[in-house]
Nanobody, 124 residues
Framework: QLQLVESGGGLVQPGGSLRLSCAAS????????IGWFRQAPGKEREGVSC????????YYLDTVKGRFTISRDNAKNMVYLQMNSLKPEDTAVYYC?????????????????WGKGTLVTVTS
């Protein structure tokens, strides 16, 4: 069974940091584009970051550029999202998802497997 499991969410004050982890099983994560998405209450799910399978290129939502960093550890079959300088508007459930084999980007329509999400709450 193909599975993605997120972890690392929690409660943090503005300006703080968290590192989210996405553990994959049932497939080799390094062959696919992998994306991080988030959904706040009452809001649409939006793409936060993506890492390409082909050349390792990374992409970020404009509002998180310079604060978030996506990375991959092929040996552990995991993808991470380091989140620094967190803001209250970053509060959401964060999901990782698998895109196309050999994919470069992470449009929502391409994501076929999703984790259950991990909650990030930024408040003072």
């Amino acid at each position: 069974q193909l599975q993605l499991v997120e972890s690392g969410g929690g409660l943090v004050q503005p300006g703080g940091s968290l590192r989210l982890s996405c553990a994959a099983s049932g497939f080799a994560l390094d062959y696919y584009a992998i994306g991080w998405f988030r959904q706040a209450p009452g809001k649409e799910r939006e793409g936060v970051s993506c890492i390409s399978s082909s050349d390792g290129s990374t992409y970020y939502l404009d509002t998180v550029k310079g604060r978030f960093t996506i990375s991959r550890d092929n040996a552990k079959n995991m993808v991470y999202l380091q989140m620094n300088s967190l803001k209250p508007e970053d509060t959401a459930v964060y999901y990782c998802a698998r895109g196309y084999l050999g994919g470069r980007t992470c449009p929502k329509y391409a994501m076929d497997y999703w984790g259950k999400g991990t909650l990030v709450t930024v408040t003072s």
